[in-house]
């Protein structure tokens, strides 16, 4: 049964999401973002996290995203209220997916098992090469000549697309479909600020693997 921790700000239930939840079949767990998040999802060992963004803690809540990211390369959910999606400080970057409210529950649930399913996707024990690099699909590991990378779910989820497919380029277009989703609520510079953050991790000690192919997008070079 996947296991959902749901974080919400002081004095914004998220019961009903909850209970709806509950009902599909997921293990649920509420929160509040004034708690120790960190130790919240130590502790649970969540398999997704939603944050309800509702109201003047909006911004601290989104910020959450990249918090637990930088720690466990986990799928993060929002529930996002129309007051606040246009607030100073919503950072929406390393959020995985969102549903605006009231938002529909069968679409919530798709949206969720959606992230599941990519997220747990790999079967036991495969790794990916690609020169140095090394993506462990069964720990969501990435190493370079041994040495651990730190990614978010998305900088995974690209590297892991582009790794899987090595030398083929990828529109930005095409790159949105397979990552984001095709119903994704954004633009094509999602990818090049994507791809930017991910060469900054991963381009060391004279690497290059992620190259771009001028005018169509983007392609991963193992031949170095």
């Known amino acids: 049964m996947p296991r959902i921790l749901i974080i919400t700000d002081e004095g914004h239930s998220l019961n009903g999401v909850y209970s709806g939840l509950t009902q599909s079949g997921f293990y649920c767990s509420l929160a509040s973002a004034q708690d120790d998040v960190m130790k919240q999802v130590s502790e649970q060992s969540p398999d997704l996290v939603m944050l309800g963004i509702r109201g003047k803690r909006g911004p601290e809540l989104a910020g959450l995203s990249q918090k637990i990211k930088s720690k466990r390369q986990l799928p993060v959910m929002a529930l996002i209220n129309r007051r ?3 607030r100073p400080g919503i950072d929406l970057e390393a959020i995985d997916d969102f549903v605006m409210e009231p938002g ?3 679409e919530l649930v798709l949206r969720i098992e959606r992230l599941l399913k990519k997220a747990g996707s790999a079967e036991s024990g495969e790794v990916i090469r690609c ?3 090394a993506i462990d699909l069964d720990k969501y590991e990435v190493s370079i000549s041994g040495r651990r990378i730190e990614l978010t779910f998305k900088e995974y989820e690209l590297l892991r697309f582009l ?3 090595p030398g083929r380029v990828y529109t930005r277009d095409a790159l949105l479909n ?3 989703g095709y119903d994704y609520f954004g633009g094509d510079r999602t990818v090049d600020v994507h791809v930017r953050r991910l060469r900054s991790k991963i381009e060391v000690l004279g690497h290059t693997f992620v190259e771009t192919v001028r005018n169509i997008g983007y ?3 193992c031949n170095q």
């Open 219 to 221: 392609r991963l070079n």
């Open 131 to 133: 020169g140095d690099l």
């Open 163 to 165: 790794a899987s497919h």
């Open 104 to 106: 529909d529950a069968s």
């Open 84 to 86: 606040v999606i246009d």
């Open 178 to 180: 397979q990552v984001w």
